[in-house]
């Protein structure tokens, strides 16, 4: 897989709405083979077309895909829905958490400073994890950078645990609370994260957005 190319200061000039970034950071390490990542892979290629649907969010937001499996890996940099082909994820290997948790937050530091260097406004990034495991590498350092990141407002970072899970790691991880996918429904998880990001693209960067509850009855977490 290789990682697509960067925008450069051409496509701000083309494209000078103010941008959503969001990382995707995707546990295909092996306990995800069989049907959770043919599952996964279908649902961020919906995800893709949902975003692409929508005029605004088509020019606003911007996705990232960092997995861990084996190794941390840049399978897509950032770029609007319409630049976004979604990779085909293999599991295997084990579950290097701590790392990619790095290296996307160390993406968006120079993504932001991008942004900045373009004159370009941007909303809060988020920084979107999927793990049905916990990190089988240094993470205590990748714990410190959220505390201090979600403390500064500097990005927002969300843990959603498939069945397998380490739930007591990731609560250490995530300042907010961890929440758990029911069962393997990967694509309801993946509306709500679109129908979010839309939703945060229809407004002005530093605006508090609600967001609906995917804890709620009919969501996609379990409580």
């Known amino acids: 897989m290789n990682a697509q190319i960067p925008f450069g200061t051409n496509d701000f000039a083309e494209n000078p709405e103010p941008r959503c970034a969001c990382v995707l950071l995707l546990d295909i390490s092996g306990s995800m083979g069989g049907q959770p990542i043919d599952l996964l892979n279908s649902a961020v290629t919906a995800f893709r077309d949902s975003l692409f649907a929508d005029s605004l969010a088509a020019k606003r937001v911007e996705i990232a895909i960092i997995t861990f499996g084996g190794q941390v890996e840049t399978v897509c940099d950032f770029t609007t829905p319409e630049g976004f082909h979604p990779p085909t994820l293999n599991a295997g290997g084990n579950t290097p958490m ?11 530091q120079q993504r932001k400073q991008a942004y900045k260097t373009n004159g370009i406004a941007y909303y809060r990034p988020w920084v979107f994890m999927i793990t049905d495991g916990g990190p089988t590498d240094e993470w205590a350092s990748a714990a410190e950078r959220i505390k201090q990141g979600e403390a500064s407002k500097a ?37 709500w994260l679109s129908s979010s990001l839309q939703s945060v693209s229809r407004s002005t960067p530093g605006d508090t957005v609600p967001l609906s509850n995917p804890a709620a009855p009919g969501g996609w977490a379990a409580v």
């Open 98 to 108: 701590g790392a990619a948790i790095n290296q996307a937050l160390d993406m968006l």
């Open 155 to 191: 990005f927002s970072f969300f843990a959603v645990g498939v069945e397998g899970a380490n739930f007591d790691k990731l609560k250490m991880i995530s300042v907010k609370e961890p929440l758990k996918l029911q069962g393997l429904d990967y694509r309801k998880l993946f509306v």
